[in-house]
């Protein structure tokens, strides 16, 4: 897959690309094709769409994998037990990942998209854009929207930042245009003419699905904000989301190809040492979700852990490492809140993170949103609205298509609803909190591996109530900022980059650890 797009050194200091005609007549006679002096919407398309998913979301989870307990790492020293022990730094690479690699092929779509009379490439990037601001802002607060970069003028080398508010409002608003963007017409190119729609192969319908199921996930953030947290909005914008199995907005990795083009979870980014992989196994954390439920914490193997997780060599039992512990620790926290296993400090007695199921396999696809979070956030909204027949309705429609989409048996799908029905799910979903701990673990389920999965902990205050009593802060924290009591604040937000903070001092502001690390973003302050 060749990917175009504009390449720079930091925000504050991007140098774009261009290349240059010249002025004499003579030398435009004979002009290589294969080094056209314009780049074409149609030709952005890709890269667009590519940095989305590699530059930004990808190194936007890499970390938060750690930080939410999906993956836990074989040793405890070295930087690979970073994250997992929150000792984030101003090295955390996400901001210049979108704002140099990504953003500004979002912008220059948008504007190719415009100048060339092809609005559904204006709408491709205008739902781009909005996805990174979204992405940015969750894990940063305050970000910078309209100062970086607009394809047109120069580059600002000190941009100023919009606080978290502003940024949820220019998400809207790009949604929105980008709806009335794709009910526009295109004049000279179809959208997946040069094959740059890598995701739904210029289905427009898709695309406007696709925008509204943004909508329906940033405004269901809001659940703090009692002036703007709007559940019926909620509601109708999944209505327009996805509606059916296939529809889910994600970016396909191929085998065989280049590494960039296979899935990182599974060939690079530090998941390929033999010593000391970036996360050696899954957390025993994420193997209670997956082998319990809500509430009352009924010991119930979900047929999904066998699609997710391998069993471990030693034994086929599924277990899993407590957060921040290493091998040395042993076995993690069970289900019930009691300790697992301590004897289990062999790599064998863990089934491997890497290359172990569905979402990290090398051609395991990477969902920016899916059919079944739409449904999931519809469950949450209509259970805030007090309807929880509706809520389950919902809720039961977004666990289901999860199941098929990592083709569980259509037989255990209901043998595990069956049994969910047994254990009082119905009498859950008429107390707010409890039908909240199956949404938000389902949500753990369906999401993994997303960064989206931070905020939802957030949201939910990092709650034993809402996750179960294995939920506990890692072994080992970082206590410079942090607490190892768990009823002490939890982390918030992330460090600015260091090249930002350098460059741009007077705007950035406060970026030391304990502050940045422990100030709750926007939305979730009353």
């Known amino acids: 897959m060749k990917i175009v797009y504009i390449k720079a050194i930091s925000l504050l200091s991007i140098s774009v690309l261009t290349i240059s005609t010249s002025c004499k007549k003579y030398l435009d006679v004979n002009t290589d094709p294969n080094n056209p002096t314009a780049v074409s919407a149609a030709n952005r398309l890709v890269g667009a769409i590519t940095t989305t998913n590699g530059a930004s979301m990808w190194r936007g989870s890499r970390e938060i994998a750690g ?34 690699y990504t953003m500004p092929n ?26 990174n601001l979204g992405m940015l802002t969750d894990q940063y607060g305050s970000i910078v929207i309209d100062n970086f970069y607009d394809g047109v003028s120069g580059i600002n080398l000190v941009p100023t930042f919009n606080d978290q508010k502003t940024a949820y409002e220019r998400i809207q608003t790009l949604l929105d245009q980008a709806i009335v963007d794709f009910s526009g017409t295109n004049t000279t190119a179809a959208l997946n003419s040069k094959g740059g729609d890598i995701i739904y192969q210029g289905d427009i319908t898709k695309w406007i699905r696709f925008a509204y199921a943004l909508k329906a996930r940033y405004l269901n953030h809001l659940t703090k904000k009692t002036a703007l947290y709007d559940p019926a909005k909620i509601i109708e914008a999944c209505e327009k989301a996805f509606n059916a199995d ?16 296979q899935n990182p979870w599974a060939s690079w980014g530090g998941f390929t040492s033999t010593t000391d992989p970036r996360y050696l196994t899954w957390s025993q954390f994420f193997v209670n979700m997956l082998s319990s439920f809500p509430v009352t914490n009924t010991t119930f193997q979900d047929p999904r ?43 064998t ?31 949450e909204a209509k ?27 259509e037989s255990a799908i209901n043998t595990y609803w069956t049994a969910q029905i047994a254990d009082g799910l119905a ?19 369906t999401q993994c591996l997303n960064n989206e999965t931070w905020v939802d902990m957030r949201r939910m205050d990092y709650s034993k109530d809402i996750y179960g009593p294995s939920l506990k802060k890692p072994l080992n924290i970082n206590t410079t900022i942090f607490s190892a009591s768990d009823t002490d604040p939890w982390i918030q937000a ?27 973003v926007w939305w979730n302050q009353p």
Request: charged share 15%; net charge neutral; hydrophobic share 35%.
């Open 246 to 261: 296939g529809m889910d907005a994600q970016f396909a990795y191929i085998a065989g190809a280049l590494e960039t083009d």
């Open 305 to 347: 852990i066998s699609k997710i997780m391998l069993p471990a060599a030693s034994d086929g039992m599924y277990r899993g490492l407590r957060s921040g512990g290493s091998l040395a620790g042993g076995q993690g926290i069970l289900a019930d809140g009691s300790p697992g296993d301590i004897t289990k400090k062999a790599a």
């Open 494 to 520: 992330m460090v600015y980059e260091t090249n930002e903070a350098t460059r741009n001092p007077n705007n950035v502001g406060d970026n030391t650890e304990k502050t940045r690390l422990l100030t709750p």
């Open 67 to 100: 930080l939410v307990q999906y993956g836990t790492t074989a040793l405890n020293t070295g930087t690979n037990r970073n994250a997992e022990q929150w000792r984030y730094t101003a090295s955390y690479f996400f901001w210049q990942n979108a704002y140099v």
């Open 106 to 131: 979002c912008v220059d779509l948008i504007n190719l998209g415009e100048s060339e009379g092809n609005p559904h490439f204006s709408g491709v990037g205008r739902t781009l854009l909005a996805l």
């Open 427 to 445: 009498a859950h979903f008429n107390n707010l909190t409890q039908g909240l701990s199956h949404i938000m673990r389902q949500k753990y389920i």
């Open 349 to 379: 007695d863990y089934g491997p993170f890497s290359k172990s199921g569905y979402y990290t396999n090398i051609t395991s696809p990477f969902p920016f949103i899916t059919y079944s979070e739409v449904k999931l956030i519809e469950a």
């Open 383 to 409: 259970l805030r609205s007090g309807d929880a027949a509706g809520a389950m309705a919902d809720y039961e429609t977004g666990v289901k298509a999860n199941m098929r989409k990592l083709s569980v048996s």
